[in-house]
């Protein structure tokens, strides 16, 4: 992508980030409006609706030629990552949106012919935007995030897993997800995919696996964990699909092989 061209689309996708952050803290008091979707635990609201039509009509109107694949389907359906598309997960984190308020965040990632250009993942009510432009480094509000740990001892980093991994699960054997649990110093469950991708972009968390995530939950966040020397794969250390749904593995780049080696190939079913 042309760099003249990719600062005006960040620079759009910027200013309605932070306006449907906006919108967000604005209504945050209000009653809500609860469906669910997949199951009875995954959400979505009116204002998850209506930041991803805010989103949409926005693109639509300045970007008629650009592709927008999105969570609550006021997207494409696309069928090729060719051109322009916009990656859009209005609230990530409905569940803590829902429950606390808080810890949710807009995900955006813009991606050119497949490959990730621009991410934005905001932190709506911390007020802190993490952002990226492939080659250009990734940011924390005005900060420029330093490279990831280049000598992170495995015994010490803290990973980020839910308690899925820990129970009887159909991708992998829970014991050896034990074993990793007790051989790393720490875990963390944040809730929301997006915000777990930040925290490794930030180096407050080493690395974050997760069993099944949509293209809108990981866009951005490859984009700008790529930046700081990170990789993200699938569980089984092969690329993403941005088209359908993957397993999930991003991690700092010293102790991705480990962890694939010793404990995901094993646990494998
Ligand atoms: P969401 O809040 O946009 O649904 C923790 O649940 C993380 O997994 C969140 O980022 C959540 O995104 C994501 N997730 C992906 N698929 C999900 C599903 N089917 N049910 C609940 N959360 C899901
Ligand atoms: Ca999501
Ligand atoms: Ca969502």
């Not at 069993?211 to 250390?237: K, Q, Y």
């Amino acid at each position: 992508m042309n760099t003249e061209v990719r600062e005006t689309i960040f620079q759009h996708a910027l200013e309605w980030v932070l306006e449907a952050g906006k919108m967000i803290k604005a209504h945050i008091n209000d009653p809500l409006t609860i469906d669910t979707k997949s199951n009875a635990n995954d959400l979505v609201t009116t204002m998850d609706r209506d930041i991803e039509a805010f989103f949409t009509s926005n693109i639509k109107q300045i970007f008629p030629d650009h592709f927008i694949l999105s969570e609550e389907g006021f997207g494409d359906q696309l069928d090729t990552m060719d051109g322009t598309v916009w990656i859009i997960d209005p609230i990530d984190g409905t569940m803590n949106f829902v429950h606390q308020k808080r810890n949710f965040a807009i995900s955006v990632g813009i991606y050119q012919d497949g490959i990730g250009e621009i991410g934005f993942i905001y932190n709506v009510m911390e007020d802190v935007l993490y952002s990226a432009k492939r080659g250009e480094g990734a940011y924390k509000g005005n900060k420029k995030l330093p490279a990831l740990n280049d000598n992170l001892n495995f015994h010490e980093s803290i990973i980020g897993l839910n308690h899925f991994w820990l129970c009887e699960n159909r991708l992998v054997d829970e014991r050896v997800m034990q074993q990793l649990v007790k051989d790393v110093r720490g875990t963390r469950t944040y809730g929301s995919a997006a915000l777990e991708f930040a925290s490794v972009a930030e180096g407050i968390l080493d690395g974050y696996l997760t069993l099944s995530l949509s293209p809108w939950d990981l866009a951005a966040g490859m984009v700008i964990v790529n930046e700081v020397g990170g990789m993200t794969t699938t569980i089984d250390g092969e690329k993403i699909n941005m088209l359908g749904n993957n397993s999930v593995f991003t991690c700092n780049s010293k102790i991705h092989q480990r962890i694939l080696e010793s404990y995901l190939q094993e646990a494998r079913k």
